[in-house]
């Protein structure tokens, strides 16, 4: 699907969905179960989440503790790498051939396609979820009471929230206020790490195949019906696992060559195509694809797929969220940690702050813009 049309269905989606809200609670007075809307916000207020975060934060006290002491030095050196990493990224740009990490805002349809909007937003609950909790397991074991807790909903993006009661924070020590505010971002960072580890206990690291993502219209992987989400095993029984083995095999290959794919669906007939841009080089209409990876439980190639790039898009939300939260950016979690660190132990602790909130805004909109510039896209 065109970029244009996607951005069309999705503004379609945006308005009905909102409009649909709006009627919903016109009709059923949503604030009375706890459920606020203002404009395109969404706002839940949860007791029962509320207690559970009571009821957490009592079991398991000594290991909750351990992870407190832990995050702050996991804090510390997230803050310090996003700052670094940015930085880098940024003098990789700026060299005449670099090509640095793309940095950009998550737009539907504009950065992110819409078939992945399902995975990123799994992936987003995951870490919204873990990171709240997380802050107010640690803000109950330091001794300071959580006022609030829910989920929101705003735009376009979902969110959690944890509001422990400012009195008490701020009457904590720096050390405890410290620990809450770097609890989230260390959260993130471990369960990220846990779901990389099922994915490589999980699935057969050696891709044995290609994921079609997107075909070529009317290619030759188009007219012979093969779709999103289909496998590519082998071309005339040569194993195809990703697409270096690809295209070290249509290198040998000639326009208008008959080939036989082993795929997903069964043995597929075709002829070589020619490449759109260039006449004289064959191509089966292949637009974007991923490597298979069988799961070692046998799911079934659709469903491997699935938990595969589910697992995978988690993994990615998790680490981006944990690194980017701890940046000292205002109203990021790293922002206020850097704060209370800069109080105790700075003089000119305003001053400093202020440099490194410049800093980074700085590091984000550059990187942002050298981004776009290259090429503006969507994965």
């Avoid at 398991?60 to 804090?75: E, I």
């Avoid at 369960?191 to 075909?215: D, M, Q, T, Y």
């Avoid at 490597?291 to 491997?304: A, K, Q, V």
Wanted: proline share 4%; with cysteine; glycine share 8%.
């Amino acid at each position: 699907m065109p970029f244009e049309s996607e951005l069309w269905t999705f503004a379609a989606f945006f308005l009905i969905f909102w409009v649909s809200v709006h009627l919903l609670d016109g009709i059923l007075d949503l604030e009375k179960h706890g459920i606020k809307v203002v404009a395109v916000f969404i706002r839940f207020e949860s007791q029962g989440f509320k207690a559970f975060l009571d009821k957490a934060s009592q079991r398991n006290r000594r290991l909750w503790r351990v992870f407190s002491n832990l995050s702050l030095v996991t804090g510390a050196g997230m803050l310090f790498y996003a700052v670094y990493f940015l930085s880098q990224n940024l003098l990789t740009f700026a060299q005449p051939s670099g090509e640095g990490s793309p940095v950009v805002p998550v737009l539907p349809g504009v950065t992110i396609r819409l078939f992945w909007l399902p995975y990123f937003i799994l992936g987003f609950l995951v870490a919204v979820v873990t990171h709240e909790m997380a802050h107010g397991v640690i803000a109950r074991i330091e001794g300071v009471d959580i006022k609030s807790a829910g989920l929101f909903f705003a735009l376009v993006q979902p969110g959690g929230f944890v509001e422990p009661d400012e009195n008490e924070l701020q009457n904590s020590s720096t050390t405890s206020k410290m620990k809450i505010l770097s609890a989230g971002s260390s959260m993130n960072l471990l369960v990220g790490l846990l779901v990389s580890l099922i994915i490589s206990s999980l699935f057969i690291s050696g891709p044995a195949g290609i994921v079609i993502l997107e075909v070529l219209g009317n290619g030759p992987l188009a007219r012979a019906g093969l779709q999103r989400w289909e496998v590519i095993y082998a071309i005339n029984g040569t194993q195809i696992g990703n697409l270096s083995s690809l295209g070290d095999y249509m290198a040998d290959v000639e326009v208008g060559d008959e080939l036989v794919l082993s795929t997903s669906r069964g043995d597929v007939s075709m002829t070589a195509g020619a490449d759109p841009d260039e006449p004289d080089r064959p191509i089966l209409g292949i637009v974007s694809s991923l490597p298979y990876c069988p799961s070692r439980i046998s799911l079934g190639f659709f469903w491997d797929i699935q938990l595969y790039v589910a697992l995978n898009w988690t993994f990615l939300v998790l680490v981006n969220i944990a690194v980017l939260n701890m940046l000292p950016i205002p109203f990021f979690d790293g922002d206020r940690f850097l704060q209370y660190f800069l109080q105790r132990f700075v003089e000119r602790h305003d001053q400093v702050k202020t440099f490194f909130n410049m800093l980074s805004l700085f590091l984000i909109a550059a990187n942002m813009t050298l981004t776009m510039s290259g090429s503006f896209f969507s994965v």
